[in-house]
């Protein structure tokens, strides 16, 4: 990892993980969780985080920090949710010249064996190999596969579509065809459309990169590259436009978890205008946000997609768009698998060290993988 935690945070680390074990009635009884307007009731563990989250946290949005502060937060508020590390190899290395860390979960050194690509969230704009190295590492573990984490290009030195350029670049020579498979001249597109991809491969990520995990299906299907084995979207953005103005866009979920719940709705608003705006307040382009390589809500057909495992967070803001993309999905023949963690906030796929319903998303996901990647180690 390249991030390095000081003394104070490692204590506060261990501090936070000695709490979170307490009985579940205790923290219950200390949390108070409350319930939604479904009637979902927050996970005490993770009402008793969002209570801490006040003390040691900064405060402040991502509108309201620098965009390098922003990026320190994140990564000290994922060791604090971390845990300890599973023994897990990895190695740094470049794919397509993309920056990746690779996580060795997959006995063999075997160049064709199936593989997970994920593509970590943070709203284009922060977020990291490090952020994220706590799920790639139980996922790499719990399913067996060589994980391959993406270090994309983030706004706003890099706005749309640098980072989701990156992602293809990655995608297309991970799924490249084998020597000898039916294509057309140059490498191009067999007649069917689609090329025999030299390995199968699973492309799953949490937010924003669940963005890009459901655009690169869409661009795959438009370019005639392989569909991946699974699109595996965690509380994915489909719908910017909903983040571009005023709340008056917001959908039913963005409005009741407008605050109070990690990320916030204004959080999205200022994620928008990093990525397809200048990042002045404001600033983000309406157009823009009806593209379908921003916003795959907004997709005219999406059939002959990949199969979807779409994890959802019963008190996100994104939860209903979520919900609304995946019945999409399933209207246009996509398989799809829905589960809602109704007790959880956004982040919930990389906070294994403090939260039950985290480590058991990500053993839930490691399933889903495994029956796609025919994974039987």
Request: glycine letters at 12%; a neutral charge; charged letters at 25%.
């Amino acid at each position: 990892m390249n991030y390095r935690p000081d003394p104070l945070t490692r204590i506060i680390a261990r501090a936070g993980r000695a709490i979170m074990s307490a009985p579940t009635p205790l923290l219950r009884l200390v949390a108070r969780p409350g319930r939604n307007g479904r009637g979902y009731l927050l996970d005490p563990d993770v009402a008793m985080s969002l209570a801490l989250l006040k003390v040691i946290g900064s405060g402040k949005g991502i509108g309201e920090l620098s965009v390098a502060e922003a990026r320190r937060e994140i990564d000290r508020e994922a060791y604090l949710a971390a845990g300890p590390r599973p023994k897990v190899r990895t190695r740094d290395e470049r794919i397509a010249g993309v920056a990746v860390r690779r996580y060795f979960g997959f006995p063999l050194a075997d160049a064709s064996a199936p593989a997970v690509m994920y593509l970590h969230g943070g709203g284009w704009a922060v977020g990291s190999l490090d952020s994220h190295d706590a799920p790639c590492l139980r996922l790499a573990e719990a399913a067996g596969v060589d994980v391959i984490s993406v270090d994309y290009r983030l706004a706003p030195e890099h706005p749309f579509p640098a980072g989701l350029d990156d992602v293809m670049a990655v995608y297309e020579e991970l799924t490249g065809p084998r020597p000898g498979a039916a294509s057309g001249p140059d490498g191009a597109a067999s007649p069917s459309g689609d090329r025999a991809a030299s390995r199968r491969v699973a492309v799953i990520g949490d937010s924003a990169g669940a963005n890009f995990a459901a655009v690169v299906c869409l661009e795959a299907k438009r370019r005639g590259l392989p569909q991946p084995a699974l699109q595996g979207l965690l509380a994915p953005v489909t719908d910017m436009l909903a983040w571009v103005g005023d709340r008056d866009g917001w959908t039913g979920s963005g409005r009741e978890f407008a605050d109070g719940y990690f990320l916030t709705s204004a959080d999205m608003s200022a994620y928008a205008d990093l990525y397809i705006g200048d990042g002045a307040p404001g600033s983000a382009s309406t157009q823009l946000a009806q593209d379908p390589r921003v916003s795959p809500l907004f997709a005219e057909d999406l059939s002959g997609l990949a199969p979807a495992f779409v994890a959802l967070g019963g008190f996100d803001p994104l939860r209903d768009e979520g919900e609304a993309y995946a019945a999409r999905l399933a209207d246009a023949g996509v398989p799809v698998t829905v589960k809602i963690h109704r007790g959880m906030v956004h982040p919930f796929i990389n906070s294994p060290g403090l939260w039950r319903t985290s480590r058991r998303a990500i053993d839930e996901l490691a399933g889903a993988v495994r029956l796609a990647l025919e994974v039987r180690q």
